[in-house]
């Protein structure tokens, strides 16, 4: 039988590989999500939005049906830098890590989920 390579896209904490001097090098993230948020045909708020596809994707605790943000990144502050860097045109993104994922919100309203590699599966 023939093995197929499979090829995943990977990022570190800040999107490049460095060099690193010690044992351990930066975790490497996979791709597993990624999501525009269209906030006219949504009819939501963005941080509402951005909730919405998280929960999507990260598998709360058993009986959870709400993801708190704020246990993560300040909304507002997300909100406000996201917000007034797309009326600028300015490319800016935000990352932050929820559990075992790395979330990279854009200024053109793309949301990106990784999940770490060297979670425990």
């Known amino acids: 039988m023939a093995s197929e390579s499979m090829t995943t896209q990977t990022t570190s904490w800040f999107g490049s590989t460095t060099e690193q001097s010690g044992p351990r090098s930066p975790p490497q993230y996979a791709l597993v999500a990624s999501a525009t948020i269209n906030l006219e045909a949504s009819n939501l ?3 509402t939005s951005v909730i919405d596809v998280l929960m999507d994707v990260i598998e709360p605790a058993t009986g959870q049906t ?13 909100e406000d830098i ?20 790395l979330v990279t919100v854009r200024s053109d309203y793309t949301i990106l989920i ?8």
């Open 82 to 101: 996201i917000g007034a860097s797309a009326s600028k045109k300015s490319d800016v993104e935000v990352r932050f890590t929820i559990k075992d994922y």
């Open 66 to 78: 709400t993801l708190s943000l704020y246990e993560y990144v300040n909304p507002d502050a997300l």
């Open 45 to 47: 708020e963005f941080v």
């Open 114 to 121: 990784h999940e770490s590699l060297d979670a425990p599966q």
